[in-house]
């Protein structure tokens, strides 16, 4: 079977359509940051962090402009699939998806999630954002997030429970 070209033609002309006007709907304050300066502003929360950088400078932004994307962005419509489309998909797709549209880059944070119940606990991806002068975790399945304040267990709530998110690795 061939594929229908004008069909692929057509996709990338809304795509390319949808990302414009997102990026001009949105009213971004873009600020840079260097990655010694993200090390240095999350180390003091988590000592054992390890960190991934792929770039020298980043761009940043308000977390007011980061609540408007995560209410714009479309990743958490998407259905939960194991292994297909789990966490890492979830937080890759959100993380890719921004960058496409607005060139604005989050963190893809790797650690376990821990049940405050039974203790169980299970490797997660999400991402994470420095906005304002602060630290947040954002949970791309669910569309919530939490803001990290030092010393204190970060909870998120999932599908009916809150779950301890403890992070290991920050790729940036
Ligand atoms: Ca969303
Ligand atoms: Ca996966």
Known sequence: MTPNKIALKMSNILENSARTMARSALDLNVDTRTSTQAREFIEPFFPQAKFVFLDGTYKTISWDNWKD???????????????????????????????????????IVHGHCYDKESNWKFGHFWNAMIADGKLYFYEPIYDRWAEIIKGQKIFIKMAQEEMEYRPITFEF
């Open 69 to 107: 994307i995560i209410e714009w962005d479309i990743t958490d419509l998407k259905k939960y699939k194991s292994e297909t489309f789990d966490c890492d998909d979830f937080a890759y797709s959100f993380k890719y998806s921004v960058l496409k549209t607005l060139e604005i880059p989050c963190f």
